[in-house]
Every structure is written in structure tokens, then in C-alpha cells.
């Protein structure tokens, strides 16, 4: 398997030395959001402890950041990509974290062999944290349902008190955050545990490109709108319609900001 590689620099708590990580030809590398939940870890790791699930490892940079605490004890990750879970568990071993993360393959919280199933069902009800950093969109929808997969299984798996980590970048809006809490009672939202500034919406990225143009048809369905920022005047908002419309015009990204949310389990 062709692979390259990037290296991580990661905040001081999760140590020294930086992160390699070795990522199938092809696949993303680390992104903004990567980088931010990385910051979330870090800010946040007198929470990280005892037993935690990474939903949608990749090549495992977050499972292998959060297994460098102290207090973790082991991490589960699970990742529906064979190549990333073979490039997860490499990096692991590269890493020095082979002896407490461990992935699995797996669509969602659905386990494709036995042994994975039997891994996860140990979890249930058991589990301290949990890091979410779903793909940026998808293109049907709004592009918000795996972070409504992802807290609908945290409530499952997450014991009384535990936090969950999810990426949710600003465009989505306070609408669909405040849905989440809705949809899923039992989660109380604490806030934002790391975000970036305003920066451009990669339109070089042609999913993200695709993601805009999926929102705008969602806000043409009638659906919520989008709070994207206006690249002429950061300070006001702007619908997906008419970021849209305005990269078509002039070529310019609109603005959001990458963040990684704080979720608390209180059960139900």
C-alpha cells in the first residue's frame, strides 16, 4: 500500500514529540478540523481518562493523541476505510501507542467482523470520551446527518458524565446544534473547546466545493439556513445561496471557522 506521510506538532499535554503519521495514497491529510480537535485534546486532558472511542479514526491521529494521556487507559477506534485501519494501526505502533489504541473496521457503530463487535459491545454504557471528526459534509441532505449518527451512538456508548468531542465548523449554524440536543435528549452542549479564526472555505477542495453547493440546494428546499461569513465583510452573515452565488461571481471562498464542540452525557 503506497502511503505518505505528515508530521504533527501537537500541543504540550499530549507530549513532546511530535506525531507521524503514515496515510494511504489518496487519502486526506490532516486537515484544519483534525488540527483543532487535536487543540480540544489537549486543552481538555484532565477529562481525557479511562476508556475512550475515536468515530472515524482515519490514519488514527486522534486516538493516538488522546492514548498519549496519562489517564487514558485504552482507546477503540473505528474506521470503515481497510486502508485506514491498517495505516491507523501502523501509525499506533510507530507512535508507541500500539499497547492502548487498537481499531476496528466499521460502518458507523456497525462492526464488520465478530471480533470488532465483541471490541465495541464492551464499550456500551462504559465509555469516559469520545472524539468525533466526521467528514465535512456529504452530498445529499444538509450535510449534517453523521453528526446526528455520531451523538445518537454516543448516547449509547457514553457513561453518565462522559464528553463527547465533535467537529462542527460554524457554517452549519446554531440551528442544527441546537437540533442535536433535540434529537438526542440527555446531552447538554458546554461550548467550543477549540476553534480557528474566520478563515476561507477551501473551494480549492472539491468536496468542500460540493458541500456549498449541496447547502444551497438545502436552503432552496426550504431547509435551515447556513451562517457562512462574507469575505468582503467578515462581520455579516451570509446564507449558502448567497456564498454560492458570490464564488460563482468572483471566485472568492466565503468564511467559517473549524471547531470542535464539547458534548456532556447526562442520560436520559
Not at 471480533?115 to 449534517?144: E, Y
Not at 465533535?166 to 477549540?194: D, N, W
Request: glycine share 10%.
Amino acid at each position: 500500500m503506497a502511503q505518505d506521510s505528515t508530521e504533527i506538532t501537537v500541543p504540550p499535554p499530549l507530549g513532546p514529540d511530535p506525531i507521524r503519521i503514515h496515510h494511504p495514497e489518496g487519502a486526506f491529510v490532516p486537515t484544519p478540523a483534525s488540527r483543532v480537535a487535536l487543540e480540544a485534546i489537549a486543552a481538555q486532558a484532565t477529562r481525557f481518562r479511562g476508556r475512550g472511542l475515536d468515530w472515524g479514526s482515519g490514519s488514527g491521529l486522534l486516538a493516538i493523541a488522546a492514548a498519549r494521556l496519562a489517564g487514558v487507559a485504552e482507546v477503540l477506534g473505528l474506521e470503515l476505510d481497510p486502508r485506514g485501519v491498517a495505516a491507523a494501526t501502523e501509525n499506533a505502533r510507530r507512535n508507541g501507542a500500539a499497547d492502548k489504541v487498537r481499531f476496528v473496521e466499521s460502518d458507523s457503530f456497525d462492526p464488520l467482523s465478530a471480533a470488532g463487535r465483541r471490541a465495541l459491545a464492551g464499550f456500551r454504557g462504559s465509555t469516559h470520551f469520545m472524539i468525533a471528526n466526521p467528514p465535512s459534509s456529504s452530498p445529499v441532505g444538509d450535510g449534517f446527518e453523521m453528526r446526528r449518527v455520531v451523538v445518537r451512538g454516543a448516547s449509547r456508548y457514553l457513561r453518565p458524565g462522559g464528553l463527547l468531542l465533535l467537529s462542527v465548523s460554524s457554517q452549519y449554524g446554531e440551528g442544527r446544534m441546537a437540533g442535536l440536543l433535540c434529537a438526542t435528549p440527555g446531552f447538554r452542549i458546554e461550548g467550543v473547546g477549540a476553534t480557528t479564526d474566520l478563515v476561507p472555505f477551501d473551494m480549492e477542495r472539491p468536496d468542500l466545493r460540493r458541500d456549498v453547493r449541496t447547502y444551497a440546494r438545502e436552503e432552496e428546499r426550504g431547509g435551515l439556513t447556513y451562517a457562512f461569513r462574507d469575505p468582503r465583510s467578515p462581520e455579516r452573515s451570509m446564507t449558502a445561496i448567497e456564498a454560492w452565488s458570490h464564488f460563482q461571481a468572483t471566485g472568492e471562498s466565503p468564511l467559517s471557522r473549524w471547531q470542535s464542540h464539547l458534548l456532556v452525557w447526562e442520560g436520559r
